[in-house]
């Protein structure tokens, strides 16, 4: 069974910073940390659920349009943990961050709710909250 767990969110004023963390465990049919896309969303109250960034297996990041270049995601194979670091942040930021993980690829496109049943691996969430 593959698990990952979000660390890392928090309360901060705009314009602040904040480095999410995403810790993998387990394997799937041999597959491990290493052979897994590794993607962040988020989804504010009332809101559809929107993809962040997604970092293949050999670390390529792409970004969804609303960053901005404001975050950048990186992964450690070591450790087996993906980071999305969040500088200039802004009140609409505002949401839970999940971490998401899957031997094909991340979903990009989904309906409004996350797509939590797609991949092989979702966590629980992480509240960022940014207040003016």
């Known amino acids: 069974e593959v698990r990952v767990v979000e660390s890392g969110g928090g309360s901060v004023r705009t314009g602040e910073s904040l480095r999410l963390a995403c810790t993998y465990s387990?394997?799937?049919?041999?597959?491990?940390?290493?052979?897994?896309?590794m993607a962040w969303y988020r989804q504010a109250p009332g809101a559809r659920c929107e993809l962040i960034s997604v970092?293949?297996?050999?670390?390529?990041?792409d970004y969804a349009d609303f960053v901005q270049g404001r975050f950048t995601i990186s992964r450690d194979n070591d450790k087996n943990t993906v980071y999305l670091q969040m500088n200039s942040l802004k009140p609409e930021d505002t949401a839970v961050y999940y971490c998401?993980?899957?031997?094909?690829?991340?979903?990009?496109?989904?309906?409004?709710?996350?797509?939590?049943?797609?991949?092989?691996?979702w966590g629980q969430g992480t509240q960022v909250t940014v207040s003016s």
């Open positions: 998401a993980a899957d031997f094909y690829k991340a979903p990009r496109t989904f309906g409004s709710k996350c797509p939590s049943q797609a991949v092989n691996a």
């Open positions: 387990g394997s799937h049919g041999g597959y491990t940390f290493g052979d897994a896309e």
């Open positions: 970092i293949s297996t050999d670390a390529k990041p």
